[in-house]
């Protein structure tokens, strides 16, 4: 957000993220009446970070109730688009999964209400994520790449990216007590044969980035598709993350980082021990921190990177990709919570990917 915004002006401006003067307008209409024709105009659809991961049929909430109860939705397969023309036309040959349908959805036409409801949600949804991506490039600026070595071929290639907060009142990212959100960087560097040569950001088979709550980082493997597959996924020890992590002490060794903030006792199940202060107003157990890395207020960090000379062995014109990427919650949390695999599903569908360009370079 630039100089001097506040939040009212983020989340209720035409433009996301913008000190952009509101439309002018009544009021109200009352029985076909206006009241105070020339008021600003506020848009009360208050834009944010975060998005939905209940299920699209119960989200949008609607003025008019649904003749389908919420656990009834929540049998409705959406992904296999029941109630669809092209599924209801071809259901003999749709997926075996996809054909498992329960005794509340039987009725054909049952389905096609559901799924023109849930096509409406969804299209709302997409607005969302519009404005949404909208409010976060908005928000902060990221330059670069900036080269610390010469490109050679065979030579170890350093350089950086400076991330930016443009918003005067928040860290970024913000709006969290807890770990979550996340927010990190994906940089991609590709030969002159467009081969995928060396990333730092990347996500492992469920989701997560390779940090030590990555559940491939600790098997040793991956069950993804691309350059780890079958490989053991190696550990991201350039990975650039705003997102927090809460540090919990144990009744002996070295601090850990924990999906919350609970202390683990010597049998490795969590078990709060009752301290001297009201954990109310500590706002978490005794012995427990939070290591933030966000950025302050109209503050900047560096993320730097080193590519191996291995990793540049042909002259030619290489390829740097960057995005930025948020999530409200990483999975490792979803699993911890028990969450369904459709809301984890959610969570990685919807991640926002910001301030997405490649520059070329040349290697001799």
């Known amino acids: 957000m630039k100089e001097g915004i506040t939040c009212q002006q983020c989340h209720m401006s035409p433009n996301p993220g913008q000190n952009t003067p509101f439309l002018r307008g009544p009021a109200a209409l009352v029985n076909g009446l206006t009241v105070n024709d020339d008021r600003p105009l506020s848009d009360h659809t208050f ?23 919420p656990q009834q939705w929540l049998k409705f397969d959406y992904r ?23 005794a509340e959805w039987q009725n054909p036409e049952d389905r096609k209400e559901a799924w023109q409801k849930v096509v409406a949600n969804l299209k709302d949804w997409e607005g969302r994520r519009e404005k949404r991506l909208e409010l976060l490039e908005n928000g902060s600026t990221l330059d670069g790449p900036f080269f610390v070595t010469k490109p050679q071929a065979g030579k170890d ?15 970024l990212p913000s709006g969290s007590l807890g770990a979550q959100p996340e927010l990190w960087l994906n940089v991609v560097l590709t030969d002159p044969d467009g081969k995928w040569v060396w990333e730092s950001g990347y996500v492992d088979s ?7 709550q990555s559940r491939d980082v600790r098997a040793r ?11 053991p996924l190696p550990f991201d020890d350039q990975l650039f993350s705003l997102g927090a992590k809460f540090i919990t002490t144990n009744v002996k060794g070295t601090d850990r980082e924990m999906y919350l903030p609970i202390n683990l006792d010597v049998d490795q199940r ?17 012995g427990a921190r939070l290591e933030k890395r966000s950025i302050p207020p109209l503050g900047s960090r560096v993320a ?26 990483p999975i ?33």
């Open 270 to 286: 969590p078990f709060i021990r009752p301290g001297g202060a009201p954990t109310s107003l500590l706002n978490h157990p005794p």
């Open 206 to 212: 469920h989701g997560d980035f390779a940090d030590l």
């Open 221 to 231: 493997t991956s069950d993804k598709d691309g350059p780890f597959k079958g490989q």
């Open 157 to 171: 290639f350093a350089f950086d990216y400076k991330l930016t907060n443009l918003n005067k009142g928040h860290n």
């Open 80 to 102: 296999c688009q029941w109630g669809s023309d092209g599924f209801e036309q071809n259901i003999a040959t749709a997926r075996e999964d996809c054909k498992k349908i329960p």
């Open 304 to 329: 730097k990177y080193k590519v191996p000379g291995r990793r540049l062995t042909k002259p030619g014109t290489y390829k740097l990709a960057v995005r930025l990427r948020g999530r409200t919650e």
């Open 47 to 69: 834009v944010g970070p975060g998005y939905p991961i209940s299920h699209p049929g119960l989200f949008p909430f609607d003025l008019v109730e649904s003749r389908f109860t």
């Open 332 to 364: 490792y949390f979803m699993n911890f919570v028990k969450a369904t695999t459709d809301m984890k599903r959610a969570e990685n569908y919807w991640v926002t990917d910001t301030h997405r360009y490649a520059v070329e370079f040349d290697v001799r």
